[in-house]
Every structure is written in C-alpha cells, then in structure tokens.
C-alpha cells in the first residue's frame, strides 16, 4: 500500500548548522502533514504541521515546506541545537481516512559539537 | 508534557501472564488511540476508539483487548503474550472536532519474556 518513507535514515549535523529532513509520499490525496520529534525514551512531539493548500510553514527556528508536485516534504531546523538530536518523521493524514495517520519511519538527527 | 500520561513507564512480563496499559488524556480529547512501536520501523496503529466507541481493530490479534471506559481513559490489556510483541507501546490523543493532530503520550516499554 502507499506509505510515508523518508530518503535518509541518519544525518550528522554540527552544532549550529542547518538541517534539512526528508520525506516522500505517495498519496495524492494526502491533504494533511505533521512532522514529530521523538527523543529517546520518550513519545513523539509534535513540532509543526501544514495542509495541502500550502507549500512553506515557519514555526520557532522550523520551517515545513511542501512540494506537491513531486510529493515531497522537508523540515527545516535553522542553527541546529544538541537539544535537537533525536528522530524526526513525518505524518500524513489521507483525505477521507477518517481522520487516520501514516507515519514515516524517521531519520535520526545527531547534532555534532 | 503533552497532557497524555501512560503508566507503567517500563512493563516486563511473562508470556502466561495478564496485565494491563493505562492511558489518561489531560486535554478533553474525544480520540484516542494506541500504537505499537517496534525499532527502525514506524508506528504501526492498532485500535482507535472516537468518544468512547472503537472504530478501528487494525487486525491486532486477540491477545490484545483495549478498554475505553470514557473519553480521557483507554487501558490495553495484555494476556499470553509472545517475545515479537515487546516494543514501545503508545497512546495517542485527537481533539475529533475536525483536527488531526494527535498527541502523544511517553510510551510503555514492553519486555515479553
């Protein structure tokens, strides 16, 4: 079936860099994206989202952008914290799923000092 | 914290034995639903339940039987377990009023002996 995937399973960034977190999908129908951030040992945050009638969403040093043409999307993380080391994945919610999400299987960021 | 609390943090259990999975959501929530979370792969959902009614069994074997007493509790009880069922078992909340968004709890760590 479709499903989230993302292009790089880790990325190593140096402190104060920026980083660009991938994923793909392959729902057309998708209308709806959340990006999560999970560090170990706890559940996922949610950390910014963006509907489908958009293509850039900027929140506290994240910013989303969606490419519906080729069904991508990426987070942004402006001057990369090692508070930010963890796994990010995306989420898309298909239109008329009731409300259901598919999630990616998440890249591991590791912040470098 | 996100207003979805899990208890217990850490679970190990024997296959003959029964226990249970508590969840408790803080933000008057109508959705909540539970996930399984196995390494390097991504949440696989198991049972949503909206204002108190399951509306999805995502073929989760009898083994698991969830609970949802009201609209801010959900258990999930566990009984003859098998050792591929251990992974971090997650809780998730939705506003159902037309948002997406699910908030998570921290996740129960399974150990099936």
């Known amino acids: 079936g479709e499903s989230v995937g993302l292009h790089l399973p880790t990325l190593s960034v140096q402190e104060g860099d920026n980083s660009i977190i991938n994923c793909a999908y392959s729902?057309?129908?998708?209308?709806?994206f959340i990006w999560y951030k999970q560090e170990s040992g706890k559940g996922p945050q949610f950390i910014i989202d963006?509907?489908?009638?958009?293509d850039k969403r900027q929140g506290q040093r994240v910013t989303v952008l969606l490419n519906k043409t080729v069904k991508h999307l990426s987070l942004q993380i402006a001057a990369t914290q090692p508070g930010d080391s963890a796994v990010y994945f995306c989420a898309e919610n298909i239109a008329g799923s009731a409300r259901q999400l598919t999630f990616g299987s998440g890249t591991q960021l590791t912040v470098l000092p | 914290e996100t207003g979805v609390t899990q208890t217990p943090r850490h679970l190990v259990m024997g296959m003959t034995n029964k226990k249970s999975l508590k969840c408790e959501q803080h933000?008057?929530?109508?959705?909540m639903y539970w996930y399984k979370q196995s390494a390097k792969k991504p949440l696989e959902l198991m049972f949503v339940?909206?204002?108190?009614?399951?509306?999805e069994n995502n073929s989760v074997p009898s083994r698991f039987s969830p609970e949802c007493p009201n609209s801010s509790h959900l258990f999930l009880h566990l009984h003859t377990l098998q050792p591929e069922d251990s992974a971090l078992y997650l809780c998730?909340?939705?506003?159902?009023?037309?948002?997406?968004?699910?908030?998570f709890g921290p996740g129960t760590r399974l150990l099936v002996l």
């Open positions: 339940y909206n204002f108190k009614e399951q509306t």
């Open positions: 933000l008057g929530h109508n959705a």
């Open positions: 729902n057309s129908a998708s209308d709806y």
């Open positions: 963006i509907r489908s009638n958009m």
């Open positions: 998730a909340s939705r506003s159902g009023q037309g948002k997406e968004t699910q908030y």
